[in-house]
Structure formats: C-alpha cells, structure tokens
C-alpha cells in the first residue's frame, strides 16, 4: 500500500498570505496525484489532478507542483472561503488502490 | 451536471450489515469510461477508499475490508451499493459515493455529498 503524509496538520495563515501544503508518497506516484479540499459537513471537492492541473472551475491561486514522492499545494493568496482541510490523494495504480494522506488543516491566524 | 446521492439506513447495530445505494444522475452509469466507487469518513478523521465497481461487474477493493464489502451496481436503475457485514463502532462514518475514470490515469472527480451511518445498539 502507498502511504501518503502531509504537513503541517494545521496551517494558520492571515487573508491574503500565501499557504505552502506539502504531502509525501511512501514510493513514487509519478504524477499520479490530486488534491481535494473539504469545508465543514461538505463533500470533498477535487482541486487538483495530475499533481498540477486545476479541476473545472477551480481559480488560479490554487496551484500544484511535484513529482514522484514530493508534491505541494500552494494558495497564492487565501481567500475566506479558501479556510478548509486539504487531502491528497494518489492514484498511480490499476486496478484502483487509492490512498489519501491524513489533511492538513487551513485556519484563519 | 453530474450527481451523485446516497441513501441507505442512518443507524446500524453492531454484528449487522450496512447497506448504502448511490443513485446517479445527469450522467448514465454503464458509461464505457468510468468506475464508481465508495470512500468513507469516521468522525473528525481522513477519508479511506471502500471498494469501486464498473459497469460490467467488475470491481475493486480495498485489501483491509475485501473479506467484509460486497459493492454492485444495477445499471437499470442507474445505481451502485455497498454492503459491509459484520460491522462495529470502528465502521461509524460518512460514507461517500464518487466516480473516477476506468482504467486509471484520472483521480476521483464527482462526490455525492455524503450519508452518516452510526453503528450502535
């Protein structure tokens, strides 16, 4: 099984500052990886596939970068509606075996 | 716009068999191109895949919980479900249903928006 990490568990940033999110695969995803966000008693939506390509509709102070075991999360500027918890989640293999790194959590500072 | 929405019984007790269906809609579930699958979240916890199915009857799971999960779909109907035998606290959580692309190369994409299931007696 790919284990996946994330740091911090909890990021407290102020409106308008950039957030840096980072998650770990235990072996290489390739860029077999996407970030989903999730708000308080929603559904998790997805942000980010292929470790660096925005969803449909999802703004572009969202970003995401890496490769093989490294990847990042960045919000160039949060917004308020930007404060929810983050999971990654890789996919690199068929048939399907999807595991997700335990979140890091946006709050307001 | 594709939906996805579960139902099923919100309380469970203990030793039973949790049964979920996800209806699909705006969307036709025996699409050659996707899989459908469930994921769950205990309480104030992360989120851990199920099991997934295609249209065909092919399915998916998840090692940890293979020997209690039994997922199928009912393509007239245009849904999948889930059972989970034998089922104790530790399978308290909301159970989401989601699509993802069959044979790999694309992550989870449509949520529904999730359905509690409390195991208790």
């Known amino acids: 099984e790919i284990v996946m990490t994330q740091s911090p568990a909890t990021l407290s940033v102020s409106p308008g500052e950039r957030a840096t999110l980072s998650c770990r695969a235990s072996?290489?995803?390739?860029?077999?990886l996407a970030w989903h966000q999730q708000k308080p008693g929603q559904a998790p939506r997805l942000l980010i596939y292929?470790?660096?390509t925005r969803a449909t509709g999802i703004p572009a102070r969202f970003s995401g970068s890496g490769s093989g075991t490294e990847f990042t999360l960045t919000i160039s500027s949060l917004q308020s509606e930007d404060f929810a918890v983050y999971y990654c989640q890789q996919y690199n293999n068929w048939p399907p075996q999807f595991t997700f790194g335990p979140g890091t959590k946006v709050d307001i500072k | 716009q594709l939906q996805l929405q579960e139902s099923g019984p919100g309380l469970v007790k203990p030793s039973e068999t949790l049964s979920l269906t996800c209806t699909v809609s705006?969307?036709?579930?025996?699409?050659?191109?996707?899989?459908w699958g469930w994921i769950r979240q205990p309480p104030g916890k992360g989120l851990e895949w199920i099991a997934s199915i295609y249209y065909s009857g092919n399915t998916y799971y998840n090692p940890s919980l293979k020997s209690r999960v039994t997922i199928s779909v009912d393509t007239s109907k245009n849904q999948f479900s889930l059972q989970l035998s034998s089922v104790t606290a530790a399978d308290t959580a909301v159970y989401y249903c989601a699509r993802h692309p069959f044979g790999g190369g694309y992550s989870l994409d449509y949520w529904g928006q999730g359905t509690l299931v409390t195991v208790s007696s």
């Open positions: 072996q290489s995803v390739r860029s077999n």
């Open positions: 705006g969307g036709s579930i025996s699409s050659s191109s996707y899989c």
């Open positions: 292929g470790a660096s």
